[in-house]
């Protein structure tokens, strides 16, 4: 299995930024996906997840409103649209993978996980 994030970077407060993950290796369309976030000395948090098939979203109170899951089963592609950033925003992103029907919020819950894409977003 093999998750890779794609489309981190800079952006200022008030920006937008996508990130993608492009899946291979599982059977995708048949998996859960969530998105999590980790600053510096923090604990891993969870921004977000969206079901096997795009039809139901979760997320934290943090980003509701703001940041967006969609996926493309076609592609292997799960996509985190990030709007109105704010410097708290700013960690390194990770999607993974959850095997099961639900969404869920715990990184226990989740098999594997990309490597992280930074986003730094300035004041």
């Known amino acids: 299995v093999q998750l890779v994030e794609i489309g981190g970077g800079p952006v200022q407060a008030g920006g937008s930024l996508r990130l993608s993950c492009a899946a291979s290796?599982?059977?995708?369309?048949?998996?859960?996906m969530g998105w999590f976030r980790q600053a510096p000395e923090k604990e891993r948090e969870f921004v977000g997840a969206i079901n096997y098939s795009g039809s139901s979203t979760y997320y934290s109170d943090f980003v509701k409103g703001r940041f967006t899951i969609v996926r493309d089963n076609a592609k292997n592609m799960v996509y985190l649209q990030m709007n109105s950033l704010k410097p708290e925003d700013t960690a390194v992103y990770y999607c993974?993978?959850?095997?099961?029907?639900?969404?869920?919020?715990?990184?226990?819950?989740?098999?594997?996980w990309g490597q992280g894409a930074q986003v730094t977003v300035s004041s």
């Open positions: 290796g599982l059977p995708f369309s048949r998996y859960a």
């Open positions: 993974a993978d959850n095997p099961g029907y639900g969404l869920f919020s715990a990184p226990r819950q989740y098999d594997f």
